[in-house]
């Protein structure tokens, strides 16, 4: 308790510092006064003065961005804290009015290396560390080439040492050995001189401190050792086979636990595989990773029972939804009840439409891959959805493909992955935009009706809870509101449609959970769920481009 205390004091003390070290310079007061007291005792150029400016700017915003790997306790953000703290506290001489500003940020110093032991976390598995160093030296080099450039067509006779050693120096906001015949031109490189400077820095260190994100591939080994911890109890249980997670196993080889990283977050989907009595054992592999990395721990889509598991480990466990499982025994199109899924199946019978269903072993592979093309032409967004309910892959054996064909055209594909010896969970569900409505139901239901399987899972209907309690008659006002709420959001992400859609079909409503640490990590924890299911999260354009750089 007392190291946490600690860690949260420092992170607030480095974020102030930071913001003083932004104002000092900043504040037009600042601007007036930059000449300050020791610089004038040293009888130091003006110069001087103002790259002590900029390196206050600098590092100032450096100690901010180094706040959150303070917070995860990361070793290489001390070190780099430290320096950064030593370097701003030095800064500070030159400026007059920053004595405040020095004192806290000697006073950060002083903490950073009394709590040292506190900061004990290991660089990411994968690090920015080369993608900083080249995208450091590609600024740097840009803003000496501009700068060269601008001195080499400028009217004066300066050598080529001089104009190299004025475009370096530009970079701190030094001045160097050309004297401009323009007040202007001496303006326009000093600023592109410190643009080039400030960002090379900001940007490599942005690179250099971020969450990496290590690309996980679960081995062959992997995979099949996986497999064989598959059973009945967890309808989500295959999709754990997902080849973009880690997995590790518990010491006795009996329970796993998969996950991916995503912004800082170790994201778990579904419970842990094997046998309940060596879930522990597994969970705590998992969070002593998370310990050992600095990443928060969190697991979406639990069932009742994994919740408990992991609330034993000190998570707050949220209800998020409900999973729609049918039982094909009881399932029917008779009766009031199911009459808008009848009259919907009738419909696009008339129409011309019959529903294929067969076993992915049972497909030739001209066949699989045509479906695969299909399936990724209607899916209608760049990146694909789901993760804690999604394989992100056609055709395995033990799947089930249904298919509505219409004149000998594919119009519809559903995907269903096994759910141990008596069950299947829905896993793809497109159709073809231009295709008349109801077949969707016409696929699920010719499933239900013919499949062997004895209970079937579909989609997950999120806060379907909070959406059935708004619309009781004598729903209290915050019921309603929230409900209003979620509809709002369903024309992006279709909450109230997938409830909707489930509901048709009669199924029995199995809770599902979110497992996090404390309520102050629920945004990092949304951001990382909505990302990992494509439903959103940080700009997927933005991710791409830092990618490329």
């Not at 778990?268 to 990443?295: F, M, N, Q, T």
Request: charged share 20%; proline share 4%; net charge positive.
């Amino acid at each position: 308790m007392a190291g946490a205390t600690s860690v949260a004091v420092i992170t607030w003390v480095t974020r102030l510092a930071g913001l003083l070290a932004l104002v000092s310079v900043l504040v037009p007061a600042g601007r007036r006064t930059l000449r300050g007291r020791v610089a004038e005792w040293l009888e130091l150029p003006h110069e001087a003065t103002v790259g002590a400016a900029t390196v206050a700017l600098v590092t100032g915003v450096l100690l901010m961005l180094l706040a959150t790997g303070l917070k995860r306790r990361k070793r290489r953000a001390w070190q780099l804290a430290v320096a950064t703290a030593a370097l701003l506290t030095v800064s500070h001489l030159g400026l007059r009015h920053a004595l405040g500003a020095g004192l806290v940020s000697l006073a950060l110093l002083i903490a950073l290396i009394a709590t040292r032991r506190h900061f004990i976390a290991l660089p990411d598995p994968v690090t920015g560390r080369w993608r900083a160093i080249r995208v450091f030296l590609q600024l740097t080099v840009a803003g000496v080439a501009i700068n060269f450039v601008l001195l080499s067509v400028a009217p004066g006779a300066w050598s080529v040492g001089d104009r190299l050693a004025q475009s370096t120096l530009a970079l701190v906001g030094v001045s160097g050995p050309v004297t401009f015949p323009a007040l202007w031109l001496e303006d326009l490189s000093a600023a592109v001189g410190l643009l080039f400077g400030i960002g090379a820095v900001l940007l490599a260190a942005y690179f250099l401190l971020r969450s990496a994100e290590p690309a996980p591939e679960l081995t062959d080994d992997e995979v099949e050792r996986l497999r064989g911890l598959l059973g009945e109890r967890d309808s989500l249980g295959y999709f754990a086979l997902r080849r973009d997670k880690f997995v590790v196993f518990s010491k006795s080889g009996k329970a796993a636990v998969t996950y991916r990283v995503i912004a800082g977050v170790a994201l778990c989907s579904a419970d842990p595989l094997g046998d309940p009595e060596a879930w522990p054992g597994a969970i705590e592999e998992y969070l002593d990773v998370c310990r050992r990395y600095a990443w928060t721990p969190a697991a979406m889509g639990c069932s009742e029972l994994g919740a408990t598991v992991w609330a034993r480990f000190g998570l707050e466990v949220l209800e998020i939804g409900d999973e729609a499982v049918v039982d094909t025994d009881t399932f029917t199109l008779e009766g009031r009840v199911m009459r808008g899924v009848r009259q919907a199946v009738s419909r696009t019978k008339r129409a011309g439409y019959s529903a294929r269903i067969r076993k992915a072993e049972d497909l030739r592979d001209q066949e699989l891959d045509e479906l695969r093309t299909l399936a990724a032409t209607w899916r209608g967004t760049d990146t694909e959805r789901g993760f804690s309910m999604a394989l992100g892959r056609m055709g395995d054996p033990g799947s089930i493909l249904v298919t509505a064909e219409h004149d000998g055209r594919v119009r519809g594909i559903l995907q269903f992955v096994p759910w141990g010896e008596k069950g299947l969970s829905l896993d793809v569900m497109r159709r073809d935009r231009t295709a008349d409505n109801g077949v969707n139901e016409l696929m699920i239901s010719e499933l239900l009706l013919t499949t062997p399987a004895q209970h079937v899972s579909l989609n997950f209907a999120a806060f379907r809870a909070v959406l059935e309690q708004g619309q009781r008659i004598g729903a209290g006002p915050l019921a309603r509101l929230s409900a209003r709420t979620l509809r709002f959001f369903s024309r992006w992400i279709q909450i109230e449609t997938l409830y909707r859609f489930n509901a048709k079909f009669q199924p029995r409503w199995v809770p599902r959970y979110l497992a996090y640490p404390a309520a102050r990590d629920l945004p990092r924890v949304g951001v990382a769920v909505f990302e990992a299911e494509g439903l959103g999260g940080r700009p997927y354009r933005l991710l791409r481009a830092l990618q490329r750089v």
